[in-house]
């Protein structure tokens, strides 16, 4: 560090970039009609500024910053959030702050310190911005990373918190793949979460946002495919595949519904559950219309009634946001409208996607169900809880269109968890609920359309 101190201006190499992001957004209110929610149309601004330091061969470093400017009560994407919930407030954040060393004997192998972007290609595993210390090793053929990580802070001026499942709670994770053949790879992962309590006592009453689920977790996972996310790059017929195991302990904070006071604090309970997800994708050999046409399954094991020993749950690390259309476009694997998260739940999901020069389009189908009626489901733009046993959660339809335009930024390699091109898109997104959520209920909708500018 000190030798860093010590170097001249002159050989520090400099990159930078500025990102700027204009949405205006049109959605209802995430009751089905049960609660009298109106729509609400709101706009934002969201300007990304990022610098890249090459101090020496062997050190760089990284600054990303944000300023979010909303007209009203607004959501954006996950990916770009970190998973907290919506604000109104206009703020200044720090996405990523870091600094890497790579002065080892491989080309691809370093060490990161410091808030950092950490990202699996599915983001149903991990694609947030992470207090953490990381070595990576990302060769052709090999690729690997190990980490602990923490999240301190939002690290933003407003007064929205960290969401509660990642309050108090230290992260350890690792990854290896390779590729056994040209084109495909096959890996395991891992992370291992420890909650440092945090949870209210007896008799305290429970502030909203207050962590009510505390323990010990482990999630072991394999995957394998043939580069099923890298978008156009794909190859014509592409698949993926991966099975998540996730056993541990916990024990939870059980509220009055009416005064939030804590009623009592459950015995640790043992959690085995999983998760499997399955997806196959093929590119017609038509240069005109190279349309492309795939399906994907999702499976996630469901507690029983109050035994929620079975429930799978994801890191809480997840984005949902990956290219698995097959285009350069991110898109929210489970409907814009309703974004379900993993616990309880089966997805099926039938796609079609083009990718016509710098313009691609994909039409998203995806039937949801419940694997245990009486277990509870997550998802994140709802706002009501089904109201009896039924297994059937509903459907969503989503369209999404972007036009790439302007040249592609210098360290695009930076940007793992974006689009490195200036775009215009329409993301539409429509949710219709099932049986579960009782009769005479409204669809919901959440329509966006985006203007991002890399300058």
Known sequence: MLALAALPAAAVETDYAFKTEIAVVDETGGDFGRLGQHSTQQAYL???PWVHFQFSQAWSGFVRARLFAPTGTVQTNANDNNNVGPTRQTFVGLKEAWIDYAGFRYPGESIRLGRQRVREDDAMYMDQDVDAARWIFNTTLVQS????????????TDDIGLPPDQ???VYAFGTFSGEWHAYQRIGVRAMYVHDNDGLPAVGEPATLGAKLNSGNLLWLGAFLGNHYYDGSNAPALAYNASFNWLGGNQRGALIDPVTRVVTS?????????????AGLRYRLPVDAFPLQLGVAYVYSSG??????????????????????????????????AYRAELGNLKVATAYASVNLGRWNTSLI???????HGDAPITADNIIVEPVNNSGSLGQGYDIVVTRFFGKT??????????????????????????AAYGPNTRSEYRVTMELVLWL
């Not at 990373?145 to 933003?156: A, D, K, L, M, Q």
């Not at 189908?365 to 694997?371: E, F, I, L, P, Q």
């Not at 695009?412 to 775009?423: A, H, N, R, V, W």
């Open 365 to 371: 189908y995806n039937h949801y169900d419940r694997v």
């Open 167 to 169: 309050k108090h709670r």
């Open 409 to 434: 930024i210098a360290r695009s390699d930076l940007m793992s968890g974006d689009e490195p091109e200036s775009s215009i898109r329409l993301r539409g997104s429509v949710f219709r609920p099932g």
């Open 265 to 277: 604090i459950t015995d640790r309970r043992t959690v085995h559950a999983w998760a499997a997800d």
């Open 303 to 336: 507690g029983r009634g109050d035994d929620l020993s079975t429930q799978y749950s994801q890191t809480g690390l997840q984005s949902n946001y990956s290219r698995f259309t097959g285009t350069d476009s991110l898109v929210q694997r489970f409907t814009d």
């Open 46 to 48: 969201d300007a990304t």
């Open 145 to 156: 990373e190990f980490g602990v990580g923490r999240e301190f802070s939002t690290y933003r």
